[in-house]
């Protein structure tokens, strides 16, 4: 009876999670299409935040800029050091 129970609850929460991730995603791709709407208005085609990166990848802080791309773009590790790559691989194409 108590496994049942326990059974019970977990399945629950699993489901619930579950439905709450989906639409924590939807939320999100509504969010991104709207940003890319408002910066097509603006005509911003790069973010703010790049220059101060690129500035430290000339003066060789390639860690500060992975550092700061990640607390301003909320990005993980791997995420900030292949920002901070494609920032870099775009200077060297200029």
Same mark, same amino acid.
């Given at each position: 009876?108590?496994?049942?129970?326990?059974?019970?609850?977990?399945?629950?929460?699993?489901?619930?999670?579950?439905?709450?991730?989906?639409q924590l995603r939807n939320k999100t791709k509504g969010l991104e299409y709207k940003?890319? !709407?408002?910066? @097509?208005?603006?005509?911003? $085609?790069?973010?703010?935040?790049?220059? &101060?990166? #690129? *500035?430290? %990848?000339?003066?060789?802080?390639?860690? !500060?800029?992975? @550092?700061?791309?990640?607390? $301003?773009?909320?990005?993980?590790?791997? &995420?900030? #050091? *292949?920002? %901070?790559?494609?920032?870099?691989?775009? !200077?060297?194409?200029?």
């Amino acid at each position: 009876m108590e496994i049942n129970l326990i059974e019970s609850i977990l399945l629950f929460v699993s489901i619930y999670l579950l439905i709450t991730t989906v639409q924590l995603r939807n939320k999100t791709k509504g969010l991104e299409y709207k940003l890319e !709407q408002v910066s @097509k208005l603006l005509n911003a $085609t790069e973010l703010p935040i790049n220059e &101060e990166l #690129k *500035q430290l %990848i000339q003066e060789g802080h390639d860690v !500060q800029a992975v @550092k700061k791309a990640r607390e $301003t773009l909320g990005l993980s590790l791997v &995420e900030g #050091k *292949q920002y %901070i790559d494609s920032l870099k691989s775009q !200077q060297h194409n200029v």
